[in-house]
């Protein structure tokens, strides 16, 4: 089967699969590999942007229909480019999508689209240490000096192996598969999962069956981990701007409350309990247990559902990184990005130097960060190559 390919940038060669090393490649054409592509753009390096997506914004235009961000539209802008809603509102997947694909547009960087990297190795040379990379993609190779990979904390969707007892009388969705409530058959539903995601799914779910709340009917949310509730709106101030002003998103991730932020799981703003319950939303404890088409939670209730939603996360998969200590088995080794292996950089993960890190307004400042780094070491690379090219008799003779 062949990929196709799409380039936003016809100020670069169309082919660059025949070209020598790129100075950078960023792996991933979400908010995080364009925030970086800014600078490095900036910077006036030589790079390439590379996504399995056939689309800018893909990531945003597959989720759920009603999908909004609970940030404020003044708090989503990528550096450069402010979020073009009106301050106060909470955009949408579409709006986040259309977003990010004029945000490229605008500063002319260099996307290709269709271009699913399948194992990036190290290539070392003469004995060294490395001296780059290459990246194997359907349509050729790409070599590079550094890489950035991009490609964020939502790349495969976790389902518990409780999901196994189930029969096939009933339908399992991720909360990755589910778009509104028109692909939901009759009968209960049970969404499971406490966080963002599933609440709002829930609480979508149970407004649309009109008033009617009897058992045959009923939406169920099974909580896991309890987790730690914010309202939107905290004396007439969006809850942002209290979390910008006292700089609790820029705790780093080794502060003792950031620590402690951690251990609380993910923060559920603006989905509390009693709005739930006021929508007929049937609670109950962990789901436990499944056979067939009952499923049991942590209290020992059960039930019978027709269609149950895995509103359970997501996980990284790293398996396409060929790197000797680039990847560790709770995901990727780095020190704010800055991978142990020399050249490798990551971005956009959840808590990579602060709570704001894997937020679309709040990742400019690790792409600040890191492209820093890179145009230092770029520089470093350059200067010691032109000094080897100096000295190497070779070179005085060409």
């Known amino acids: 089967m062949t990929t196709r390919s799409t380039r936003h940038d016809c100020q670069r060669p169309a082919t660059p699969f025949d070209h020598d090393a790129l100075d950078v490649l960023v792996i991933g054409a979400g908010q995080a590999g364009l925030a970086i592509g800014y600078h490095l753009r900036r910077a006036g390096l030589r790079f390439l942007i590379v996504d399995a997506a056939t689309e800018l914004g893909a990531s945003w235009r597959n989720r759920w229909d009603s999908l909004r961000l609970f940030t404020p539209a003044r708090y989503d802008g990528l550096p450069g480019m402010a979020f073009p809603t009106p301050a106060d509102t909470y955009p949408t997947r579409t709006q986040v999508a259309d977003y990010l694909t004029a945000y490229a547009a605008r500063f002319s960087l260099p996307v290709l689209l269709g271009t699913p990297v399948t194992r990036l190795e190290r290539v070392h040379r003469n004995g060294g240490n490395g001296d780059g990379f290459i990246a194997y993609t359907p349509q050729g190779q790409l070599h590079t000096r550094q890489v950035v990979v991009a490609t964020g904390p939502f790349q495969t969707p976790v389902t518990p192996a409780v999901s196994a007892g189930l029969g096939t009388d009933v339908v399992q969705l991720h909360s990755a598969e589910y778009r509104n409530p028109a692909q939901i058959r009759p009968g209960r539903v049970v969404v499971v999962g406490g966080g963002n995601s599933g609440r709002q799914i829930a609480l979508e779910l149970a407004h649309n069956r009109t008033g009617d709340h009897s058992d045959d009917s009923a939406v169920t949310l099974a909580l896991g981990t309890k987790e730690l509730e914010l309202p939107q709106r905290i004396l007439g101030r969006d809850l942002f701007w209290w979390l910008t002003k006292t700089r609790l998103l820029a705790k780093t991730a080794d502060s003792r409350l950031a620590r402690r932020m951690r251990t609380r799981g993910d923060l559920v703003i603006g989905s509390p309990m009693k ?28 039930t019978r559902p027709t269609t149950i939603i895995w509103a359970t996360g997501f996980r990284s998969d790293y398996s396409w990184i060929d790197i000797q200590g680039a990847v560790t088995d709770t995901g990727a080794a780095h020190n704010r990005g800055i991978s142990p292996v020399s050249g490798l950089c990551f971005i956009g993960l959840a808590w990579q130097h602060s709570r704001g890190s894997a937020l679309l307004g709040f990742v400019k400042d690790d792409a600040a960060s890191l492209a820093e780094h890179i145009t230092a070491r770029a520089a470093d690379t350059t200067t010691a190559r032109d000094s080897a090219g100096a000295t190497d008799p070779s070179a005085e003779e060409a």
């Open 275 to 302: 709005h739930l319950r006021a929508a007929g939303v049937d609670i109950r404890p962990r789901l436990t247990a499944t056979e067939g088409d009952t499923v049991t939670f942590a209290d020992d209730t059960q």
